[in-house]
């Protein structure tokens, strides 16, 4: 593609990012969106409610950017709000914690731009910020390991067919966003997951391109951690429920699940070796991307946020819809 096509279909982009308290990482971000931008694409940042110096943040910014103040209506209703405001073929997405590559929206538009027109959604990697703290490499490095059982995480070194992309790496044709109503405002997090399943039940498909870069915060503290598992276990139980159907880490679950209540119920014996065989999986699971040594130390690390996604998805199944 020459820079005559860039610069012809960059005119057609939009860049849509929700934020809420973001006042630590905002201004990078939005700079990195200008640069990425070429000064063609337009961007729109929702405030959702900041407490904190965000909005402040966002002033210096008034003559690149539209910003849309919003009273915490939650992620999915601010993306929608801006999708109301622009009329533009391609829709980005992006989030407050993110610097996106200076060739991420070049990258986007070449993606989607050379398929054919069942593909409305072309994703990229996230990577990790390279001045993370231990920690949060280490939650990073959880994710990453886990990349199989979940398209939540890209890691093909050419693009490939997805069944899904998360709205911190993404371009949609709009066409296709509002045919199918646009986000569940009932739901965060997996309101991205959930669109992409309606997309899909409408005949989509979607694809990733390595060479569509952003660096993506991770918790910084255990209980961050804890907290972000904790409310994917509870999302992951709403969308069964709605789509009816389960993803390949509520299979997982499900098969350990199994596990347990025959090892419960075949005595203490067999309950020791289901959990040392749990052990033993993440073991080898997480030295594959950070190391034995580290993987030792991660999987004991993990077991409480692993509990926690379980609890809360059960929780939510027996619960139902609400």
């Known amino acids: 593609m020459n820079k005559q096509d860039d610069s012809h279909i960059l005119h057609e982009v939009c860049i849509i990012v929700p934020i809420r308290n973001e006042g630590k990482y905002v201004e990078a971000a939005v700079q990195s969106l200008i640069r990425a931008s070429r000064d063609?694409?337009?961007i729109?940042?929702?405030?959702?409610?900041?407490t904190d110096e965000t909005s402040v943040t966002l002033e210096k910014f008034q003559d690149s950017i539209e910003v849309i103040r919003?009273?915490?209506i939650g992620a999915s209703a601010s993306r929608n709000a801006a999708l109301a405001r622009t009329e533009r073929q391609f829709i980005a997405f992006t989030d407050g914690d993110c610097i996106v590559d200076e060739d991420w929206l070049v990258e986007l538009v070449k993606g989607i731009s050379s398929m054919d027109e069942t593909v409305v959604a072309v994703g990229g990697p996230q990577l990790v910020f390279p001045q993370s703290k231990w920690k949060e490499r280490l939650h990073a490095d959880i994710l990453h390991s886990m990349h199989f059982v979940s398209d939540y995480l890209h890691q093909q070194p050419q693009m490939v067919k997805v069944n899904h992309n998360p709205t911190c790496n993404v371009m949609y044709k709009r066409e296709a966003l509002v045919e199918v109503g646009g986000f569940d405002t009932s739901l965060w997090p997996c309101e991205d997951l959930d669109l992409d399943i309606r997309l899909s039940k409408a005949g989509y498909q979607f694809y990733c391109t390595p060479t569509?870069?952003?660096m993506h915060r991770r918790p910084e503290s255990f209980a961050g951690f804890c907290s972000m598992m904790?409310?994917?276990?509870?999302?992951?139980?709403?969308l069964f429920h709605k789509h009816h159907r389960f993803q390949n880490v509520d299979l997982i679950s499900l098969s350990i699940l199994c596990a347990l209540i025959w090892a419960?119920?075949?005595g203490l014996a067999s309950l020791l070796w289901l959990i040392l065989g749990i052990l033993v999986g993440f073991w080898v699971l997480f030295s594959l991307k950070i190391g034995l040594l580290r993987a030792v130390l991660a999987s004991g690390y993990f077991m409480i946020p692993f509990f926690l996604w379980n609890f809360s998805f059960y929780i939510q199944?027996?619960?139902g819809k609400k």
């Open 230 to 238: 904790n409310r994917y276990g509870m999302a992951h139980g709403k």
């Open 70 to 72: 919003t009273e915490g």
């Open 212 to 214: 569509a870069k952003v």
């Open 40 to 42: 063609m694409a337009k």
């Open 44 to 50: 729109i940042i929702i405030d959702d409610g900041s």
């Open 317 to 319: 199944l027996i619960r």
């Open 264 to 266: 419960i119920w075949s």
